[in-house]
């Protein structure tokens, strides 16, 4: 690129990109004179980053923690290290001033750390980070749904009220893929290099790398033991509290890494391809290297954190309550298969499994740790 384009061309890119999308009821009001300043200056810094002329933009969220936008360039102008040449990719814009310097919370941090160390866990899993700039709070990052992959989400697959092929297909790639990460042999180094990364980031941190803001899940527990009936000085109490504690700072054998978001919608699949596979149910005891996860490619790493093992098992036995769209209905969730894969997909990643997975006390700690955090949402 000889020479940037005037302040004007990004300007009239912005205004065409707000034109182009409806914002949820959540986000903030992408046609205002400031998220357009926002829009523009993004686009200036993405085209300075890769020393290209951006011809398209298209919002993919605008939310209150970060703005997402897909950016498409002329064929033969964006060429990159391990990728070639790419027609599209995705800026990830952090709102919090302080998202460059805090670890404490979802972010940029979280995401620009968490993406090698997810990258070291299952290469080639989750989408790429190509560029940081610390300073403007922005990461450039792989398009994994550009028109070279043509996808659908496990979320889109689980949408079923139904306990169908489909929807049992998408549970197994989705159980294939997190066994795989939590069971990687590359966990241990991969914890060690994301924490002492945060902690580099940011020397105020008292546990870097840990789950962001768990004292959401402490405050949901009083909510919780209200809702009810349970006294806050009653023995049962205490109890919860230490079942949720166990569950928020894991012993060392019992924490692993992942992007901390276990939503099916997070999770991308080649539609073609995948669906028109074996046409049955995919076995979870099989193979402990799963071909399939090669298929999958994973995006969202803000909350990139080390956790209990038993959470993603929480998450699954309840059908995925934290996802915004979840939890899936109770036919699905509830049907004897779910039930099946739940218990194979436990025995996979419990360092030491019990019979029933139902009374697993880590997994019933981390049921009551949901819950709580969900309290707290909801309040």
Request: charged letters at 15%.
């Given at each position: 690129?000889?020479a940037?384009p005037?302040a004007?061309?990004f300007?009239?890119l912005?205004?065409?990109a707000s ?7 959540t986000?903030?009001d ?11 200056w ?12 951006p011809?398209?933009?298209q919002i993919?969220?605008?939310?209150m923690?970060s ?5 498409r360039?002329s064929p ?14 995705i800026?990830k814009y ?5 998202s ?11 995401e620009?750390?968490?993406l090698?160390a997810l ?9 790429r980070?190509?560029a940081?700039?610390d ?5 450039i990052?792989e398009d ?8 659908v989400?496990?979320g ?16 197994d ?5 997190w066994?795989?990460i ?7 180094t ?11 980031a ?5 546990a ?6 768990p004292q959401?899940?402490f405050?949901?527990?009083a ?10 000085d ?8 230490k079942?949720?504690?166990?569950i ?9 890494l ?7 919608a997070n ?8 669906l028109t ?5 995919r ?7 799963f ?5 999958v ?8 954190c ?11 036995m309840?059908?995925?309550p ?11 969730a509830g049907h ?7 218990q194979?997909?436990?025995r996979?990643?419990a ?5 029933d ?6 997994v ?8 709580a ?7």
């Amino acid at each position: 690129m000889s020479a940037l384009p005037s302040a004007s061309f990004f300007w009239s890119l912005a205004q065409r990109a707000s034109a182009g999308y409806c914002p949820q009821v959540t986000e903030q009001d992408v046609s205002s004179p400031r998220f357009l300043q926002l829009l523009a200056w993004l686009l200036n810094q993405a085209s300075k980053a890769l020393a290209a002329c951006p011809t398209h933009a298209q919002i993919l969220s605008a939310g209150m923690r970060s703005v997402v936008i897909r950016v498409r360039f002329s064929p033969g102008t964006v060429d990159l290290p391990g990728l070639g040449e790419v027609p599209s990719v995705i800026l990830k814009y952090f709102r919090r001033k302080d998202s460059a310097s805090n670890s404490g919370g979802f972010g940029y941090l979280r995401e620009k750390h968490g993406l090698g160390a997810l990258d070291a866990l299952v290469p080639g899993l989750y989408t790429r980070l190509l560029a940081a700039d610390d300073a403007s709070r922005l990461l450039i990052l792989e398009d994994i749904k550009s028109d070279s992959f043509s996808s659908v989400s496990l979320g889109e697959l689980l949408l079923s009220s139904r306990a169908d092929t489909t929807s049992l297909q998408a549970l197994d790639a989705w159980a294939f893929t997190w066994a795989n990460i939590l069971g990687s042999p590359a966990q241990a180094t991969a914890q060690e290099s994301f924490a002492e990364a945060l902690a580099e980031a940011d020397p105020q941190a008292t546990a870097p790398g840990s789950i962001p803001s768990p004292q959401l899940a402490f405050k949901g527990l009083a909510l919780l033991a209200k809702a009810k009936g349970v006294a806050l000085d009653s023995e049962e109490f205490e109890l919860w509290q230490k079942q949720v504690g166990s569950i928020i700072s894991p012993e060392p054998g019992d924490a692993v890494l992942s992007s901390g978001d276990f939503s099916p919608a997070n999770l991308l699949l080649p539609s073609r391809d995948y669906l028109t596979g074996s046409g049955n149910s995919r076995d979870l005891s099989a193979n402990p290297v799963f071909p399939l996860v090669r298929a999958v490619r994973a995006i969202d790493a803000e909350g990139s954190c080390i956790h209990h093992w038993a959470l993603p098992v929480a998450e699954m036995m309840l059908g995925f309550p934290s996802w915004p769209k979840g939890p899936v209905s109770t036919a699905l969730a509830g049907h004897e298969n779910w039930q099946l894969a739940t218990q194979k997909f436990y025995r996979l990643v419990a360092p030491y499994p019990h019979t029933d997975v139902y009374q697993a006390p880590a997994v019933r700690s981390a049921v009551l740790t949901i819950q709580a955090v969900l309290a707290e949402q909801l309040a």
